[in-house]
């Protein structure tokens, strides 16, 4: 998906989990320029120049939701890890049955349906996609509200609040985890699931990811709502974190994450590795990698994509720019020949 210089974009200098400054990690730089921050802090990444949220709500609406629909098929129940994880969760802290339990993003509603089968009770779902609520009612009884969480009429208190793979998308998760704070009894339990360790191309371009969490920023983000964490499960793939509520005080946390952070990308986009003076290097996508090539900077651009096109049967995606003139202080740099294209799948 191309962002065009229309595209309307809003600064946000604060990192969303400790409020700390976001500091220039990378600038992807087409008609328009949008810079990612890291959180000296809490190791959080995000856009520093980011598209407003009504911008996000048509983008949802109009083109991911209607992405999704082509391809989404309406399987019968399943018991999968998700099943088995909010399974685990409410037998090692055992919720009580007629407990009062909400999913955040409900989607089909599968993981619902599995407590239901466990025997609770006071179940509800919100989730924002038409059809999911839709394709979820069909197949049982368990109310669930259309509406993005943070707008949502919601019947408080909740004694458990959980998602998965939701906070990653949400325009400001500090909105989001005030709200469930606002909707939980002290000692309610909540629970999210975030992606980890996703390629680095993925943090970069993958416009509906907008956050990159850590461990610490999930951590603040949670104490600084009134939360305790109980948990933090990490995998490469995902981070789960038990937080509950609680009277505590806040914590700050100063881990100095930045430059690890950025050598951590630097590695993964193979910059400092000097195979041609001067060069440019250039990197295509595939699911949950990060790709890419190098290639020298002394031929004419279209020959470059050629080359690369023959060698690698990919179309390029971007130029990460080390060598070749920076055209602003961050210190990674993405160039693209006309608009930032953004993955959207
Ligand atoms: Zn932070």
Same mark, same amino acid.
């Given at each position: 998906?191309? /962002?065009?210089?229309?595209?309307?974009?809003?600064?946000?200098?604060? +990192?969303?989990?400790?409020?700390?400054?976001?500091?220039?990690? +990378?600038?992807?730089? @087409?008609?328009?320029?949008?810079?990612?921050?890291?959180?000296?802090? +809490? @190791?959080?990444?995000?856009?520093?120049?980011?598209?407003?949220?009504?911008?996000? #709500?048509?983008?949802?609406?109009?083109?991911?939701?209607? *992405?999704?629909?082509?391809?989404?098929?309406? !399987?019968?129940?399943?018991?999968?890890?998700?099943?088995?994880?909010?399974? #685990?969760?409410?037998?090692?802290? !055992?919720?009580?049955?007629?407990?009062?339990?909400?999913?955040?993003?409900?989607?089909?509603?599968?993981?619902?349906?599995?407590?239901?089968? %466990?025997?609770?009770?006071? %179940?509800?779902?919100?989730?924002?996609?038409?059809?999911?609520?839709?394709?979820?009612?069909?197949?049982?009884?368990?109310?669930?509200?259309?509406?993005?969480?943070?707008? *949502?009429?919601l019947?408080a208190p909740y004694?458990?609040?959980?998602?998965?793979?939701?906070?990653?998308?949400?325009?400001?998760?500090?909105?989001?985890? &005030?709200k469930c704070?606002a909707l939980q009894?002290?000692?309610?339990?909540?629970?999210?699931?975030?992606?980890?360790?996703?390629?680095?191309?993925?943090?970069?371009?993958?416009?509906?990811?907008?956050?990159?969490? $850590?461990?610490?920023? %999930?951590?603040?983000?949670?104490?600084?709502?009134?939360?305790?964490?109980? !948990?933090?499960? /990490?995998?490469?793939?995902? /981070? $789960?974190?038990?937080?509950? &509520?609680?009277?505590?005080?806040?914590?700050?946390?100063?881990?100095?994450?930045? !430059?690890?952070?950025? #050598?951590?990308?630097?590695?993964?986009?193979?910059?400092?590795?000097?195979?041609?003076?001067?060069?440019?290097?250039?990197?295509?996508?595939?699911?949950?990698?990060?790709?890419?090539?190098?290639?020298?900077?002394?031929?004419?651009?279209?020959?470059?994509?050629?080359?690369?096109?023959?060698?690698?049967?990919?179309?390029?995606?971007? *130029?990460?720019?080390?060598?070749?003139?920076?055209?602003? $202080?961050?210190?990674?740099?993405?160039?693209?020949?006309?608009?930032?294209?953004?993955? /959207?799948?």
């Amino acid at each position: 998906m191309e /962002i065009e210089s229309s595209v309307p974009l809003m600064v946000n200098p604060a +990192c969303p989990c400790d409020g700390n400054d976001l500091l220039l990690l +990378c600038a992807l730089m @087409g008609r328009a320029i949008i810079r990612v921050g890291c959180c000296d802090s +809490c @190791g959080y990444v995000g856009y520093i120049d980011k598209p407003t949220r009504e911008w996000f #709500d048509m983008f949802y609406r109009s083109v991911w939701d209607k *992405a999704d629909t082509k391809t989404a098929k309406e !399987k019968p129940y399943v018991r999968g890890l998700h099943e088995a994880a909010v399974e #685990d969760i409410v037998n090692c802290y !055992k919720i009580a049955k007629n407990a009062r339990i909400l999913e955040m993003g409900s989607g089909y509603g599968n993981t619902l349906y599995h407590l239901k089968q %466990l025997g609770y009770t006071d %179940l509800a779902g919100v989730e924002p996609s038409s059809h999911r609520v839709e394709s979820a009612k069909r197949g049982s009884t368990i109310p669930t509200i259309r509406a993005p969480f943070e707008e *949502a009429p919601l019947d408080a208190p909740y004694d458990l609040i959980y998602s998965f793979h939701v906070l990653e998308h949400v325009y400001d998760p500090a909105v989001v985890v &005030k709200k469930c704070a606002a909707l939980q009894p002290e000692g309610g339990y909540l629970v999210f699931v975030v992606p980890h360790k996703e390629s680095v191309m993925t943090t970069l371009l993958f416009l509906p990811h907008l956050h990159r969490y $850590t461990e610490y920023a %999930l951590s603040g983000l949670l104490t600084h709502a009134g939360y305790r964490v109980r !948990k933090c499960v /990490i995998s490469d793939q995902e /981070i $789960t974190i038990i937080a509950q &509520k609680h009277k505590t005080e806040k914590v700050f946390y100063q881990f100095g994450l930045f !430059k690890e952070t950025l #050598d951590y990308f630097r590695n993964r986009l193979g910059v400092g590795t000097h195979w041609y003076h001067p060069r440019l290097l250039w990197w295509y996508r595939t699911i949950g990698y990060d790709e890419g090539g190098q290639l020298p900077f002394l031929f004419p651009s279209l020959l470059w994509r050629w080359m690369w096109h023959f060698h690698h049967k990919a179309p390029l995606q971007a *130029a990460v720019v080390e060598d070749a003139p920076h055209k602003t $202080t961050a210190p990674l740099e993405i160039q693209f020949s006309g608009n930032i294209q953004m993955l /959207i799948k």
